[in-house]
């Protein structure tokens, strides 16, 4: 965790790519009270949209970016890709799960609180891209669309570097064997990705799926970063933990974006 009026989290990978400005932030550094405490990013929850407004702003600043050049998706669970070849405006919404551009000064931002936040670099292309990956997006198809838009602006999977953030972890993803035999039937060689602990349900591996689409997808260089976010909830917002202690809980956003 980095010193900063706004702690957040960095990929090794994409630090070394100079053009280039991110941050996986967490839960502390914000204005939010209560469950959403402090750092919460999402409006569409529960919290006072003012506080989730000086959140997001604060997080841009952090970054050097300006509130209105932080981009933001409506994000539905889905595998559409959004690529920005204008400056899109910030009080339209838009319905997909990961964005890719070659625009300069824009940043993307992906909310989470249990899924996969992925946050992709191609420093010789000048692209970058960042995705919301849970598992219905992911046994769906967002990680290998993102590459593919990626590509379409000059990429080469090769030479993308790709950062997974704060993510919940297998150890604590219990999702019982209806969704092993459902989600295997859409992903057959999906079941390397399950365990059973002794004397537990089925536990599911998110991040170690996701890494398996974006290494299937022809990317080679695959950071992780950041801690589980159920079994971090002082760190990170978790929906599960929240669901398991019948409260709430906010968002933690992961930023990417070209200087």
Known sequence: ??????????????????????????????????????NNMSIAIGDEPRLAEANRSGAAQELGYLRQNLYLLRQTHSADVRTLTDYPDNDIAFDADAMVTKL????????TADCTPILFADAEAGVIGAAHAGWRGAVDGIIGNTVDAMVALGADPKRIVAAIGPTISGDNYEVGPQFMTDFVALQPDGWRHFHVPEGKRTHFDLPGFVEAQLRAAGIETVDRVGGCTYGHPDRYFSHRYATHH??????QIAIIGLS
């Not at 019948?246 to 968002?251: D, F, H, I, P």
Request: proline letters at 4%; a positive charge.
């Open 1 to 38: 965790m980095t010193e900063h009026s706004t702690p957040f989290e960095r990929s090794t990978a994409l630090d070394g790519i100079a053009s280039l400005r991110h941050g996986f932030f967490g839960r502390q550094g914000g204005h939010s009270t209560g469950a959403f405490a402090s």
């Open 246 to 251: 019948a409260t709430k809980t906010g968002r």
């Open 104 to 111: 300069p000064t824009l940043a993307l931002g992906i909310l």
